[in-house]
């Protein structure tokens, strides 16, 4: 079957407007993780969905990001008042389950966000 | 959740065997060793998966010592397309049951010709 989406591709924005990142997941995975990468780094890790939970949100940078899922299904991250440092790709997974990284991890194709 | 610990970076040349270890001092019973690729404007790509001693796949070897406090992925014969950035996990099944993975800095390969 297809493989993790995400959309945008590419994102341009103004600081300070607030971006959408959408990600969906491959179908029947009930585990959803969100990473950001910036430029020549290793991956950050954002947050994870266990079906439409989030039972652990510390990973989230500031409170101006914020991410939901509805449906066991498609995610959302978003980003309000967008700073240049949010400048990066963001990176959506999905896996069968929750199993702490013993459960293969599927890899979307990333956002790559840019702030002016 | 382990820390994980590898070399920044490893140069090779086409046609040789790459070893590439990690350590993970702080690895729990329940955690599990998991290699991952990453290509350049790509997400990670899973490699190979292990819980101790040795497994083979199609693509790559994991060894696991009698203590599990550290790992290596051995590529065998590699080539320029194997050069890309690798990065070692743990974490663990059943129990355990955290999503938050930490994947660190990485491992970036260059294979030379």
């Known amino acids: 079957g297809a493989g993790v989406s995400q959309s945008p591709s590419n994102k341009v924005t103004e600081k300070g407007k607030d971006v959408e990142l959408r990600c969906d997941p491959i179908s029947g995975h009930t585990a959803l993780y969100w990473y950001r990468q910036s430029l020549g780094q290793g991956l950050e890790f954002l947050i994870y969905?266990?079906?439409?939970?989030?039972?652990?949100k510390s990973g989230l940078p500031s409170d101006r990001f914020s991410a939901e899922r509805t449906g066991g299904s498609v995610s959302t991250l978003t980003i309000q008042r967008t700073q240049q440092e949010d400048s990066a790709v963001y990176l959506c997974?999905?896996?069968?389950?929750?199993?702490?990284?013993?459960?293969?991890?599927?890899f979307g194709p990333g956002t790559r966000l840019t702030v002016l | 959740l382990a820390k994980t610990t590898q070399p920044i970076s490893m140069d090779s040349y086409e046609g040789q065997e790459v070893n590439i270890t990690c350590s993970h001092n702080n690895i729990a019973t329940n955690d599990y060793i998991t290699w991952y690729q990453q290509f350049p404007s790509q997400g990670p790509r899973f490699i190979i998966q292990?819980?101790?001693t040795k497994v083979t796949n199609e693509v790559a070897s994991l060894f696991i010592p009698a203590d599990r406090k550290s790992s290596t992925l051995s590529l065998p014969r590699v080539s320029l397309s194997d050069t890309a950035v690798y990065y070692c996990?743990?974490?663990?099944?059943?129990?355990?049951?955290?999503?938050?993975?930490?994947f660190g800095q990485g491992t970036t390969l260059q294979v030379k010709p």
């Open positions: 996990l743990v974490g663990g099944h059943g129990s355990s049951n955290t999503g938050k993975l930490i």
């Open positions: 292990g819980y101790k």
């Open positions: 997974a999905s896996s069968r389950s929750i199993t702490g990284g013993g459960d293969e991890q599927f």
């Open positions: 969905f266990q079906g439409n939970s989030a039972p652990d």
